[in-house]
């Protein structure tokens, strides 16, 4: 699901107001600017804001040692960077950073893979026309942008044209300020409510039509969509104790799959955006360290993640069941995600950025479905995108967890 950030906060009533209306991030802006704002405001404000929400700091140039205090000051979850900050400088504050580039001022492809960051974040270029041509021009830039990485979405943004942008740009999340302003550093109420639904809602319109066409499937039963033929795989898999893998079927055949990956007994490690972050990025590497394969449709809950992979040969059409034999196979795909997310989780505690894991990060098996038919594919393809709507009640959550006959969570073990 596409996040939303309301940016240039500048008071307590804006801040919860684009809360209730369903925000994910707020901005706060310390560089100057006419919604520029006091470490003290801000962390006064900070403070009395719910949980789970992504608190960002905007800086433009500023000493690193400043950025940092202020973030530890204010609470800050993220520095968002909009000046001429190096890869040395973003990967000091990694992963709690966000560079931001101009569609007039991108970097080369072997200056950009040397950014470590949370995310890239594109905006319209100082001296651009602001137009609808351009604009369009910057929604197709950050769509190919997403190739190195989650991409957040600026520039322009209005009620008005986010849903279309979304559908464009396929972004990680959207960020606006002047767009649901009354004035400057003044939110109106109104915009913000019609941008969150128009961004929300239209990011799922958006969602089906987006990427090339490739299929998915689930083995779970607490984290598959209620689909017959696949609940009665997964319910093999867990009741039966049983694998749904095909007897004898070669799974580095070119092909759409469906995968999902559970944490060790269903602890929630990912319930953090630090430990969300690293997971994405390993995601988006995949195809560069893969060639063979493309990803699409993904999502990081908090115990699970879901994911759709293609292993495609030269000139086969996406959407098609596997054919000719290729490589790697699916399982040496996963299991370098799995030891690549692991190895970073682990340095990441290190440093106090994550909660500790017990015994390992990942069960040792992982779930696949091969996507059979287009079918397939917008039906799962939809529960990945509502995934985090009905979490509460997934029976995949800890909180709904089926218990057996002595008590213990049923889990798949090979």
């Known amino acids: 699901m596409v996040k939303v950030k309301i940016c240039g906060i500048t008071n307590l009533d804006d801040a919860l107001t684009a809360v209730e209306y369903g925000a994910d991030a707020l901005g706060f802006v310390f560089a100057p600017s006419p919604r520029q704002v006091t470490a003290d405001v801000v962390k006064d404000i900070a403070e009395k804001l719910p949980p789970f929400l992504c608190k960002v700091g905007v800086f433009v140039n500023s000493e690193l040692a400043l950025v940092k205090e202020s973030m530890s000051y204010c609470n800050l979850d993220l520095a968002q960077l909009h000046g001429d900050e190096g890869p040395d400088y973003c990967a000091a504050l990694f992963p709690s950073v966000v560079k931001v580039f101009s569609s007039n001022n991108m ?14 974040m594109l905006d319209i ?35 008005e044209n986010v849903a279309r942008a979304i559908k464009i740009a396929r972004p990680y999340a959207v960020d606006v300020s002047s767009g649901v302003e009354s004035e400057p550093a003044r939110k109106d109420h109104d915009k913000m409510r019609a941008f969150l639904m128009a961004a929300k809602l239209g990011e799922h319109a958006g969602s089906l039509l987006r990427k090339q066409t490739y299929a998915s499937v689930g083995a779970d039963p607490r984290v598959c969509p209620r689909n017959g033929p696949l609940q009665e ?5 867990f009741e039966g104790r049983r694998s749904i893998r095909l007897k004898k079927y070669d799974y580095s055949q070119a092909g759409a799959y469906f995968v999902t990956i559970c944490t060790q007994n269903r602890e929630s490690p990912l319930d953090n955006f630090a430990a969300r972050s690293m997971v994405q990025k390993w995601w988006d590497k995949l195809p560069t360290k893969f060639t063979e394969i493309q990803t699409d449709e993904f999502v990081i809950m908090p115990n699970h993640i879901h994911g759709i992979i293609f292993i495609t040969p030269e000139g086969q059409s996406h959407g098609t069941a596997p054919t000719s034999l290729r490589e790697p196979t699916l399982g040496k795909i996963m299991q370098w995600f799995k030891t690549m997310t692991t190895n970073e989780y682990i340095k990441a505690i290190r440093k106090n950025q994550v909660e500790p894991f017990s015994e390992r990060l990942w069960q040792r098996n992982y779930y696949e479905h091969v996507i059979r038919n287009e079918n397939d594919l917008n039906d799962i393809r939809q529960y990945i995108i509502n995934n985090p709507t009905n979490w ?10 089926v218990q057996g006959a002595k008590g213990k969570v049923i889990t798949s073990r090979k």
């Open 107 to 120: 970097p080369p492809r072997t200056e950009m893979i040397r950014y470590n960051v949370a995310a890239y």
């Open 125 to 159: 270029g100082k001296g651009s026309a602001f137009d609808e041509s351009e604009q369009k021009k910057l929604w197709q830039l950050a769509h190919r942008l997403g190739d190195y990485g989650p991409v957040i979405l600026a520039g322009g943004l209005t009620s």
């Open 233 to 237: 795989a997964a319910n093999l898999t």
């Open 392 to 401: 509460e009640e997934d029976e995949n959550n800890p909180m709904n967890l």
